[in-house]
């Protein structure tokens, strides 16, 4: 079947909007501490363990999600997400918060992974020409996902229960993922370009010291970001005093800037370059967690910051594979992009642990020194990239 690229682009965005209802984990945290009195603590490693498992299927399973094809892989992240999905709402029914880590966390996380890199992997092939726009819109729709989910949460719970939200969820994602992994299809220049491509190793690519600073700087980016996604509701709540309505509010809009930002920044780099667009949102997010303690009593403020904050936390996901790709190649940079997507399962760990290290809100000044060193990083790769060329 002859496929068009524009629905093909519209395929891999409805994949991603399923899979980005992640993003909006800080909505289930109340439910499920008021319900079955897990612990916020406890019920956050859910969701570290998705994003983990989300990283490494990204890195040790995309080789064979371009093996067998977008349908094929795109079905695998379908299979996966919805059974875990449909697990987690009876870990719930339960009461079994080892049965919701298995589920929510690791099938899921798998399904994450596949979803996350399918679309990636495919669209960016028709659409040469514009790699970091076209990565940019893909990688968008992930962030928006967590925009719908956070309306759809709240409302499911009071309708039919916390279990009964995690079923629905999962039946109505496994349903439009599946569509859309129907429709996925690679160009056919990409399919003869994929099978004369020459893989890399992985020590070639661990031990290369571009690979090194790739990894650190999605990894040190990540790390402030995530750790208010994964509190978002809650940091809006008790930092700035939000009724349950407004923290919803806030989830969304959170959502809404983490997929403009990162449709803003990828279009920039297609014109200034992947490696100055990098340091221009790293050093803005510099400032902007530098200043929340000082306005952590201003609600607005604090909003406004959190939002540029994310834009440019979303930006690193979008930026990244047109930067892996003008430093390794077209037929090697979706093997080297799996592999630093590890960072993602890192941060997932780190970023809310760090949060977690006190309840002052000065622990924002942490995340500020972490991206300075992302700023010394990035320096170092530019002179990698001028040694390498």
């Known amino acids: ?40 603590h406890d019920t956050k490693t859910g969701f570290s363990l998705a994003i983990c498992f989300l990283g490494l299927t990204a890195a040790f399973m995309g080789k064979l999600a371009q093996k067998i094809g977008p349908t ?42 596949f979803g996350y890199v399918v679309p990636v992997y495919t669209v960016v092939k028709w659409f040469p020409d514009k790699p970091g726009l076209a990565s940019g819109i893909i990688i968008m729709s992930f962030a928006l996902g967590s925009l719908l989910a956070s309306f759809l949460i709240g409302p499911l719970i009071t309708a039919m229960g916390l279990s009964g ?18 429709y996925l299809a690679n160009p ?22 571009r690979f090194i600073a790739l990894w650190l700087l999605l990894f040190l980016n990540v790390c402030g970001g995530i750790a208010i996604i994964s509190k978002a509701a809650i940091l809006g709540q008790e930092v700035v005093g939000m009724s349950a309505a407004q923290a919803t509010m806030f989830v969304a809009i959170i959502g809404l ?18 490696w100055t667009t990098f340091m221009l949102f790293i050093g ?14 201003h609600s607005i403020s604090f909003q406004i910051l ?16 047109s930067f892996v790709k003008s430093i390794y190649g077209a037929d090697k940079y979706g093997q080297v992009l799996g592999y ?40 170092w790769l530019k002179g990698l990239m001028v040694k390498y060329l």
């Not at 899979?19 to 800080?26: H, K, L, P, T």
């Open 257 to 274: 800037f983490n997929g403009l930002g990162r449709l803003f920044w990828s279009s920039i780099s297609d014109k200034i370059g992947c």
């Open 72 to 113: 094929k892989a795109g079905l695998l992240a379908t299979a996966f997400l919805t059974i875990g999905l449909l697990g987690s709402a009876l870990a719930v029914k339960m009461g079994n918060i080892y049965l919701f880590y298995l589920t929510f966390g690791i099938l899921q996380g798998i399904g994450l992974g």
């Open 284 to 297: 803005i997010n510099v400032v902007c967690f530098a200043l929340i303690p000082s306005f952590s009593t």
């Open 1 to 40: 079947m002859k496929r068009n690229k524009y629905l093909i682009v519209l395929a891999g965005m409805i994949m991603q909007l399923s899979i980005g209802s992640i993003y909006a984990y800080s909505k289930w945290i109340e439910p499920l501490s008021v319900s079955l009195h897990w612990d916020a």
């Open 188 to 209: 056919k220049i990409a399919s003869v370009n994929q099978n004369t491509q020459v893989d890399l190793t992985p020590k070639e690519i661990l031990t290369d010291k």
């Open 340 to 379: 630093i997507l590890t960072a993602w399962s890192a941060a997932a760990f780190a970023g809310p642990l760090l949060l977690g290290l006190s309840t002052e809100i000065t622990i924002f000044y942490l995340f500020a020194l972490l991206l300075i060193i992302a700023l010394l990083v990035g320096i």
């Open 306 to 321: 959190t939002y540029i904050i994310i834009a440019g936390y979303g930006a690193g996901f979008a930026t990244m594979p």
């Open 165 to 182: 939200a995690f079923a629905t969820l999962g039946i109505g994602y496994g349903i439009c993922m599946l569509l859309s992994a129907l």
